[in-house]
């Protein structure tokens, strides 16, 4: 497996690899919605940007993690951030994750395009497994994943701990390579009922 860190993009999203000239777009992107943001594992919202960026920076020099931009192709705005990381080559198996959307992003096609680009980079590279986790007490995140085609396989008790220095549940899910071709199609259809 070797996930390459490209541009991917549909009619929805154009998902583009963090570079030095994204860094301002990014960071106003992600400059909103306190709430949300302190219910996340780290937060890249206003004075913790700057370290968030340089952390992804550094992960993807590592090849452990591709950050994306996540750019709206209707008005060509960058409207969140999503990863491919945790990528593992050993055991081909990696996690999509890291996804933040500004609040007027949220519950269209931006996150169902997202996945589908996410999962068949990954897919396409060779991988076996991939991973989408969320805190346990967010339901709403859980319905999107499952909606999306993922299998929940259980809580992991006090998995992380936030920024904010609670110690989280995380509730794990999983697509793999069996599963792929079915959430693949169920995907492709739920964004061709969206165009």
Known sequence: MRIVPVPLEDRFVRLEPFEDGLKDEVRAALNCDPEAWAAMVGSAQGAHFDGWWDSALTAMRSGTRIAYA??????????GTTSLYEINPAYRR???????????????AINPACKRLLLGHAFDAGAVRVEIITDAVNARSRAAIL????????VLRKHKITWTGRARDT?????????????????????????
Not at 94 to 106: D, K, L, N, V
Not at 171 to 195: H, Q, S
Request: proline fraction near 3%; glycine fraction near 12%; include cysteine.
């Open 94 to 108: 990696c996690e999509i994750g890291s996804t933040f959307y500004r609040p007027e992003a949220r519950g269209g």
């Open 171 to 195: 509730a794990m899910f999983a697509v793999i390579d069996e599963d792929w071709p079915e959430v693949r199609d169920g995907l492709d259809r739920r964004l061709a009922a969206l165009a």
């Open 147 to 154: 909606k999306l085609g993922a299998r929940a396989e259980g």
């Open 70 to 79: 996540v750019r709206r192709r209707l008005d060509g705005a960058v409207v």
